[in-house]
């Protein structure tokens, strides 16, 4: 068995084929860049992905000795996202599963964030964090779903780094440039530390972290100190929630999970519980289309399929609302 | 105080702090020792860990005299930022809910919304409401322990969030279905809370649920 998945919630199209041994075989992408100081504009970005469509799946579906697979699924991601981005998505897998009379498979985009990153580390059951511009929580899975055990009550950790960096004009991605600053700060400037109960909330922190930038203090200390306070804050949350969960294994899926201090900070408290930490591999964090390849494997293995005049899209659409029967996994 | 002379176990390891179990005299005490937390830097580190076991304390003491159920202040330790308090006999709610009977979890949650009801009455909020942090003693009364997230506050948004935690613990580790629960909760924190501040918190905890991410508008 081997799926084709088609990603493209926000800024990235991507595509990709996985088998059944949740191999990733081919992983293809293109990512829509706005101006520097400017945010995804979702008619735009859906006019690349238009245009890049044809070439990105073309490429996913060559193999390397220059035939073509011939997928038993396709897998589209049917949200949460941007309207017209995921209309593409849905649309160009609507057409290929017509005419290769194969069938069609929705999937849930942070489902499939934690899918690949559990396919990955080979993870069975975690305390999983997922930290990216679309997400920011903790989750466990218990009864066919994931249940948000704790989660942010404003914005994402992602918009935190991407809207901190296009004030301070840094280029995108604002998470890498953010991250790359924040090397160069030592100074921990104050700033408002949020946590309630196993939620946080960021949007406070952002304003005055763009305050304290914009009233002149050091670019390289706000961005260390905006590191520090926001990962802090959902480290104290996690911590909390992997006591209460009583997992043995940690994983760290998203965008964001490709910053390395955020990274050590969960790290840390998964080894300070015995527990084993799963951060994904950096080229699997951000959005791609293996991400939706792997959890549409995954599902189409466990019987969920949509007809085709019912393969909407969902442009809000929680975590905990999907049913996951294949976790935990063997 | 000091509490370098008491011989302490190690009773409990939690998120943010290590709780020891010990005697002074024919009192059993528990030593709450907020731990150094590696992942965040020292001076923040420093600055957390002091400003909660201060707050910690003077709000226990505070919801002690408003008459809710909780642990006694013996003392605290500057140094090793502990607070010492009476220990509560009996067993963690997280582990007995799921073994307990109808109508007992019926009537233990009808009293724990009285006791939350009676805190957020005396303008006190607990930051960290989850089914770990109440402690049911063998004759049945609940206790609410662990204040370290707990503020002064009269804002129904603080009290929603006790509210909204406090449902969802028991939705995400216990059974599917927590409705009769959540109702006998609701019942007794509107007794001591009345019923303006009941219908206030009620509506924000329902708010708050919302404002995780992706919620249809329906």
């Known amino acids: 068995m081997i799926c084709l998945g088609v990603e493209s919630t926000a800024h990235t199209f991507g595509a990709s084929m996985v088998d059944d041994d949740d191999r990733v075989i081919t992983n293809v992408n293109s990512t829509y860049r706005p101006p520097a100081g400017v945010g995804i504009h979702p008619r735009k970005a859906s006019e690349h992905h238009a245009a890049v469509s044809d070439s990105i799946i073309g490429k996913a579906i060559r193999s390397s000795e220059g035939g073509q697979f011939d997928p038993d699924a396709i897998a589209y991601s049917a949200g949460p996202g941007l309207g017209p981005c995921l209309r593409i998505g849905a649309t160009v ?63 994402t950790l992602g918009n935190v780094l991407d809207m901190f960096a296009r004030e301070a004009r840094l280029p995108a991605p604002g998470g890498a440039s953010v991250e790359r600053a924040a090397k160069e700060g030592h100074e921990l400037l104050n700033l408002p530390y949020t946590v309630k109960g196993n939620d946080v909330a960021y949007s406070g922190l952002l304003t005055a972290a763009t305050n304290l930038m914009k009233q002149g203090a050091n670019l390289e200390d706000v961005c260390y100190s905006l590191q520090e ?20 294994e940690v994983l760290l899926a998203g965008g964001v999970a490709a910053n390395s201090r955020l990274k050590e900070m969960i790290g840390s408290i998964a080894e300070d519980h015995d527990a084993s930490f799963y951060p994904v591999p950096i080229e699997y964090s951000g959005d791609c289309g293996a991400q939706i390849a792997c959890s549409g494997s995954l599902a189409f ?26 976790i935990p996994r063997t | 105080m000091d509490t370098s002379n008491l011989a302490a176990e190690p009773f409990h390891r939690g998120a943010e702090a290590e709780l020891l179990l010990s005697k002074i005299d024919t009192w059993r005490v528990v030593i709450k020792r907020r731990a150094s937390k590696k992942y965040r830097r020292e001076s923040l580190d420093q600055k957390i860990r002091r400003e909660r076991t201060y707050a910690e304390a003077s709000l226990l003491h505070e919801a002690k005299v408003a008459g809710v159920s909780v ?19 009996g067993s963690v709610v997280r582990d007995c809910l799921d073994t307990m009977n109808r109508r007992n979890a019926m009537r233990l949650f009808e009293s724990l919304g009285s006791e ?38 009269v804002e129904a948004e603080d009290r929603g969030v ?48 919302r404002r995780g991410r992706y919620f249809a508008i329906r």
Not at chain 1, 230 to 240: H, T, Y
Not at chain 1, 308 to 325: A, G, K, L
Not at chain 2, 141 to 152: E, K, M, T
Not at chain 2, 166 to 186: E, F, G
């Open chain 2, 116 to 153: 939350v009801g009676l805190l957020h009455a005396a303008g006190i909020v607990h930051g960290d409401l989850t089914t770990s942090n109440v402690v049911v003693t063998p004759s049945g009364q609940p206790f609410i322990v662990d204040f370290g997230l707990s503020r002064r506050s």
């Open chain 2, 71 to 89: 642990p006694s202040i013996i003392g605290i330790e500057q140094q090793t930022n502990s607070i010492v308090m009476t220990h509560v006999e």
């Open chain 2, 162 to 209: 006790d509210l909204h935690l406090l449902q969802r613990s028991i939705a995400a580790s216990h059974l599917r279905d927590t409705s009769p629960l959540i109702k006998a909760m609701t019942r007794g924190y509107g007794r001591t809370a009345g019923e303006k501040v009941l219908r206030s918190s009620l509506a924000k905890a329902r708010e708050i649920a």
């Open chain 1, 301 to 326: 293995r466990h019987g969920v399929m949509v007809a085709e005049q019912d393969s909407h899209v969902t442009p809000r659409w929680r975590m905990d609302e999907v049913d996951v029967p294949w």
């Open chain 1, 229 to 248: 306070i926001a990962f802090s804050m959902l480290s104290e949350a996690v911590e909390r929630s992997l006591v209460q969960t009583r997992r043995n």
């Open chain 1, 93 to 155: 897998s609507r057409a290929l599963a017509s005419y290769l009379g194969k069938p069609l498979v929705p999937v849930h985009h942070g489902v499939a964030h934690l899918d690949i990153a559990m396919s990955l580390g080979h993870v069975r059951d975690p305390l999983a964090i997922l930290v990216s511009g679309g997400h920011t929580a903790i989750l466990v899975h218990v009864d066919r779903r994931w249940r948000v055990y704790g989660e942010t009550q404003d914005i």
